[in-house]
């Protein structure tokens, strides 16, 4: 799908203005790594992977999971945005009997390829799918969403290593790194770095990429799906809570919802962006 960069930072900004309304309303929510895996989410569903909204099932279609499921909103959203269903169901974000419920379920929502909540998971479901594809000779592309809070997960590094040994190079790691977590940061919790040296020592192609930059990201996307050698992980430097100045790298917000006004300050934040 062409689509320029101002195009694709006008869908990102819809996005984050859908992300704190759907928490605001909800009063329940995590605004921070939704907000800053706008851009990276909006360049994907809108640029990069082979989706078709009107027909999420097909089964030429790209794989998109999501492993640090707690970001659901900016999944959410931006589906509803590329249009794969009606925005004013993003109101219903965690309520009683709603399809967007706090955590995604497979298959709950169009275009919602796993059920994640349960850190850690998300990855090793993504290295089978990738296996099932390559051998069934399939040409789809996998994508999993990680965050860096969840490589502190033994999992996670197992799914990496059984992918590189099985030289899937039809499956991209997005991993989220802005270093925060529920407490803190994640290298006062548990230290990640050097995380790209400890990427490539289990065999996989490492790109770094600024997650905010839709030139960067679009070229980090292709030079992925082009490497035929293995995974490649692309490791996004995102900025947590991303657009609304007063939730940017603080870890307060990975887990917080805005009050009222809070929400109405981040909204008017938000549209002065347009």
């Known amino acids: 799908m062409e689509i320029s960069n101002d195009q694709l930072a006008y869908h990102a900004n819809e996005i984050r203005t859908h992300i704190i309304r759907m928490i605001s309303h909800a009063h329940s929510g995590h605004p921070a790594g939704a907000l800053g895996m706008a851009d990276v989410f909006t360049s994907l569903y809108f640029s990069i992977a082979h989706v078709d909204p009107e027909h999420p099932w097909k ?6 999971l999501v492993s640090n499921g707690h970001i659901a909103p900016v999944w959410y959203a931006t589906l509803a945005e590329r249009g794969y269903f009606l925005k004013d169901e993003l109101l219903s974000l965690r309520a009683l009997g709603s399809r967007l419920q706090g955590h995604p379920v497979f298959r ?3 275009g919602v390829e796993n059920s994640s ?4 998971q998300g990855i090793g479901q993504a290295v089978g799918v990738a296996l099932g594809l390559r051998m069934k000779k399939k040409a789809n592309h996998v994508f999993c969403v ?3 809070g969840e490589q502190q997960e033994g999992s996670v ?3 990496y290593w059984f992918a590189s040994t099985r030289t899937l190079s039809n499956l991209t790691i997005i991993v989220d790194r802005n270093y925060i977590q529920s407490e803190d940061s994640t290298e006062h919790v548990l230290p990640l770095d050097p995380f790209i040296e400890k990427l490539t020592a289990f065999g996989l ?5 600024d997650g905010h930059d839709f030139s960067a990201i679009q070229s980090a996307f292709e030079t992925a799906r082009a490497f035929h050698k293995g995974p490649t992980a692309i490791v996004f430097r995102t900025i947590p809570g991303k657009g609304v100045s007063f939730m940017e790298n603080t870890a307060k917000w990975h887990a917080e919802p805005p009050t009222d006004e809070q929400a109405a300050l981040a909204l008017k934040e938000l549209e002065s962006h347009e």
Request: proline fraction near 4%; hydrophobic fraction near 35%; aromatic fraction near 4%.
């Open 157 to 159: 590094w197992e799914a």
């Open 108 to 110: 709950g929502l169009p």
């Open 117 to 120: 909540g349960s850190l850690g």
């Open 59 to 64: 089964d030429d279609r790209d794989r998109i």
């Open 205 to 209: 192609h490492v790109i770094s990429c």
């Open 146 to 148: 990680v965050g860096d």
